[in-house]
């Protein structure tokens, strides 16, 4: 995928690139001298003529275009028989062909264009054949990344189901109009051909657009338009019937209780037989599965999951397709038992099918990666006097953080920039998320229109000004700076910015995006002539499928460990075609550790996936696996905050890492566990079975495990560490007879900081770390190597150099790991025999604006952290109870609570 751009090619240089691109996929991926030749071909056409400098200009966009793949991903499945290749010879694709068509038009790569077409058939072949009345009902989900292009994969799996036979389609988007405004004009564009919005031609006819204008001949029926949503007055009105339409029909709907219970209400009423049932086959797109789909309630369905149950029981031919950004979605984790994750209507019993990205996605491991290749993360230090932990919903602001000035000052900087190169995307914003509630979205926004207007007013009386005079007003003086700070190799000079500014940055708005500002506040398709550049200032609303047109910079500052919420709220993932040295991100330091675990843990069920694949294991099992992954204890513990005083989890531990990454502050905790730290070193000292190796740091090999159990119930954990909660991982061990178990290797790695004398006898070098203390939490949270407090070096402790050396040239060589420079600490893991300790003994320093000071500890201790690495265990030892006490949590964690897990929700609906 590529992201649609603002083409600078005259007309006959577009028709030029379409002609090529056109005539020479259809067969396939065209090599360079395929391109060169045919290129050349049209070009002694007069509609193809251009000059020799735009011909090099056409050649190159194709050759760029070539070079981007994308995979075919991994699926799981259950019992099905395939029936799609059968059919493949009596189904007419015309809405596909069509679709197909106009993505390349748009620009899309081939190659892509030809892996979606793949993978848009293995995902209708896992659906209900329309032609039968076997093998219904169907649920499966598609998991992609976020801003990846989700939208296109069910563009065209919703175009391969109407030419395949499906008789109606509904697109469930979030429970914002935005979002589902936003969806109806995809669909509208690349699925119906017509504009929904009531525009019409000089002939009175609904005016075409998108693939209508590649073949207009037929057209899709559309119940819900760009206008609004299902109202059964309207469609009545018009006396529209399911079964009047030979054409399949289309639905955008919004999760809203009312609507979704008036749409099953009208669906039962005027289209179903005399049992309340339509025998026609429905293809329902749940968009945003994981959010406001799923019953979090044990007890009775929640209102939108049983609107859409409900709705579903009226088709007995159906196929429900959820698609999420993230694989700790909660239609894995919320069931309490397997029973009830198979017998949840909405569980995807029957397929998962995770996408692959194209190859020129930025996505999270691009970003916050260890080995990103982007120099884009800027750091926030300074917005907690602004934005203070605990603001309320009244709470006023003083004004804008030095940082968050700088930012938008970038945001101009690059638009004059972005104004200077070719092929760049016609609409440019800029995002502000510091605050879930409206009324500090709005305070912010008026203080930055204020800054802005001032800035344009500078460079309106300044720009056209000798860089010498211009230089002399501090607006000007300021973008200067950042543009030799940050954009300095941009291969413009500042002389050339300058002479831009005004053309680049006077129109450029701010606006408010949240439920009060309305729908349209950030309608792009208004401003298809000469683009929309906006900075947009919201909080969930820019949360979840608003799409922000080319954006270029972004302000985050929230304070969440949800991992659902977090990645959805990162709206800059996607693609940055011709800008990626020029986009910018500033955001804590703590939310881009965070960023990172992320996208480590996320990746790791991706690879579960293909794991199963090649095994044969069906969605259950990745279902299970996820409801294990020690990630998914905090997402299970928000969904059952409100209703619960304490949760039981089942945590798997094979071949799984634990750290204490958030230690207790108080100083009683300090000193208890680092003298639990130095007693079980004493102990190991005097264990006659216990061997000591040689090495640059203190190593001992087949501990037993009765020390290891003694150590674990005196260290106390901190309860929001989920994943390592000492006591019961002490219980856990004990009572398992895995003779994995039995023995164990511990380590205390070593740091580059003085020496520090543990016990006589035993000296270790300190590791600093730095620390972030959360008074709120009584909390310690070590943000240092990315949300590790150890390295992947580590958990070589133990292990020959024979063994390390397989494990990574095994990682190394696997095909999945192409173009990773470092080896993860799991790859170390794979070939363990025997559970590794690690002791970590810390010099911790809080980062502040005078710079890196000393965390005062109590006498005569050292901070200590854990970290624990397991190797594969056998079957009945893989899983762990957990028992968490929620109100605890609820306390700890009340404003994220009702922050991230609330988003807003649109009151509308008949």
Request: proline share 4%; with cysteine; glycine share 6%.
């Amino acid at each position: 995928m590529t992201e649609k751009k603002d083409s600078q090619l005259s007309d006959n240089g577009r028709r030029l690139e379409l002609g090529v691109i056109t005539a020479l996929t259809v067969t396939g991926i065209p090599s360079e001298a395929d391109i060169l030749s045919h290129a050349c071909w049209l070009r002694t056409n007069p509609l193809y003529s251009v000059s020799d400098e735009e011909f090099s200009d056409v050649i190159r966009r194709l050759h760029q275009a070539l070079t981007i793949e994308m995979g075919i991903g991994a699926c799981v499945f259950d019992t099905h028989a395939p029936w799609l290749q059968a059919r493949k010879a009596n189904i007419e694709p015309f809405y596909w062909r069509r679709y197909q068509t106009e993505l390349l038009k748009q620009g899309w790569a081939p190659k892509v264009v030809t892996t979606l077409d793949k993978v848009t058939d293995d995902i209708l072949d896992l659906m209900g054949n329309p032609d039968g009345e076997d093998g219904w009902p169907r649920r499966g989900l598609v998991m992609g990344d976020v801003q990846s292009g989700k939208t296109s994969n069910y563009t065209g799996l919703i175009c391969k189901a109407a030419d395949a036979g499906y008789k109606l389609v509904i697109l469930l988007t979030g429970t914002l109009e935005s979002l589902r405004r936003q969806a109806q004009e995809r669909l509208d564009s690349g699925f119906v051909g017509l504009d929904s919005s009531g525009v019409v031609n000089r002939n009175r006819h609904r005016r075409e657009i998108g693939v209508g204008l590649v073949n207009g001949a037929r057209a899709a029926g559309v119940f819900t338009s760009t206008i609004g949503d299902f109202k059964a007055a309207t469609v009545n009105q018009l006396g529209f019937k399911l079964r009047d339409y030979k054409e399949p029909v289309l639905l955008v709907v919004k999760k809203n209780k009312r609507i979704l219970e008036n749409l099953t209400d009208w669906l039962i009423t005027f289209n179903a037989n005399h049992g309340g049932h339509i025998n026609l086959p429905l293809l329902m797109i749940d968009d945003e599965a994981d959010n406001a789909s799923v019953n979090t309630n044990p007890a009775k369905a929640t209102a939108i999951n049983g609107g859409i149950r409900t709705l579903l029981k009226v088709f007995p031919r159906s196929s429900y397709v959820g698609f999420t950004a993230t694989p700790f979605a909660n239609v894995f984790i919320n069931p309490d038992t397997t029973d009830a994750m198979v017998g949840d209507d909405l569980f995807p019993r029957d397929f998962i099918y995770a996408l692959d990205a194209p190859t020129n996605y930025v996505g999270a491991r691009l970003i916050f990666g260890d080995d990103s290749p982007l120099d884009c993360l800027r750091h926030i230090n300074d917005a907690d006097v602004y934005f203070p932990r605990g603001q309320k919903s009244d709470s006023t602001i003083e004004g804008v953080p030095p940082s968050m000035i700088e930012a938008m000052g970038s945001f101009l900087v690059v638009n004059a920039i972005m104004d200077l190169r070719k092929d760049m995307p016609r609409h440019r914003s800029m995002l502000i998320n510091v605050s879930h509630f409206t009324l500090i979205q709005n305070q912010v926004k008026d203080v930055i229109f204020e800054l802005l207007r001032k800035m344009q007013e500078d460079i309106r009386n300044y720009a056209s000004l000798s860089t010498n005079e211009a230089l002399k007003n501090a607006t000007l003086a300021t973008l200067h700076d950042i543009f030799d700070s940050e954009y300095s190799d941009s291969g413009v000079s500042w002389a050339e910015v300058q002479s831009s500014l005004t053309a680049a940055t006077l129109p450029i708005e701010v606006r408010s995006v949240n439920q009060k500002s309305g729908a349209a506040s950030l309608d792009y398709s208004l401003y298809k002539q000469n683009g929309l550049r906006v900075i947009a200032v919201g909080g969930n609303s820019l949360a979840r499928g608003l799409t922000l047109e080319g954006l270029c910079v972004s302000y985050f500052y929230r304070g969440t460990q949800m991992y659902d919420a977090l990645l959805q709220m990162g709206r800059w993932f996607g693609y940055r075609h011709g800008y990626e040295d020029l986009f910018r991100i500033w955001i804590t330091e703590e939310s881009a550790n965070w960023y990172s675990h992320i996208s480590e843990a996320t990746d790791e069920l991706r690879g579960e996936i293909r794991r199963m694949q090649v095994s044969r294991l069906k969605p259950l099992d990745f279902g299970l696996r996820v409801r294990a992954h020690p990630d998914s204890l905090l997402i299970t513990a928000r969904n059952k905050m409100r209703d619960s005083e304490e949760i039981v989890h089942m945590m798997s531990i094979s071949n799984e890492g634990l750290e204490s990454t958030r230690l207790l502050r108080d100083p009683a905790a300090i000193i208890g566990n680092f003298k639990a730290a130095r007693r079980l070193v004493e102990q190991v000292l005097l264990a006659s079975n216990t061997k000591s190796t040689t090495r640059e740091y203190p190593l001992w090999i087949n501990v037993d495990k009765v020390l290891i159990v003694e150590f674990l119930r005196r260290f106390a954990s901190h309860p929001l560490n989920l994943k390592l909660q000492t006591s019961a991982l002490g219980d856990f061990i004990e009572s398992s007879n895995d003779e994995k178990l039995l023995k164990w290797d511990i380590a205390i790695p070593s740091g580059s900081e003085s020496e520090y004398s543990l016990v006589p006898g035993v000296d270790v070098r300190q590791r600093k770390r730095k620390i972030l203390v959360e008074p709120e939490k009584r909390s310690l949270l070590i943000n240092a190597q990315k949300m590790r407090v150890g390295s992947p070096a580590d958990e070589k402790a133990g292990l020959s150099d024979d063994e390390v050396k397989n494990a990574e040239t095994s990682f190394m060589e696997a095909p999945e790991n192409a173009g990773k420079t470092t080896v993860p600490s799991s790859a170390y893991r794979k070939i363990r025999t025997k559970p590794l300790l690690m002791l970590h003994v810390l010099k911790p320093v809080e980062a502040g604006g005078d710079g890196e000071k000393d965390y005062p500890l109590p006498d005569g201790c050292a901070l200590v952290a854990l970290g624990l690495s397991f190797p594969d265990l056998a079957q009945a030892s893989q899983s762990i109870r957990y028992r968490i006490n929620l109100v605890e949590l609820r306390n700890m964690l009340a404003s994220e609570v009702t922050s991230d897990d609330d988003l807003e929700e649109d009151d509308d609906g008949e």
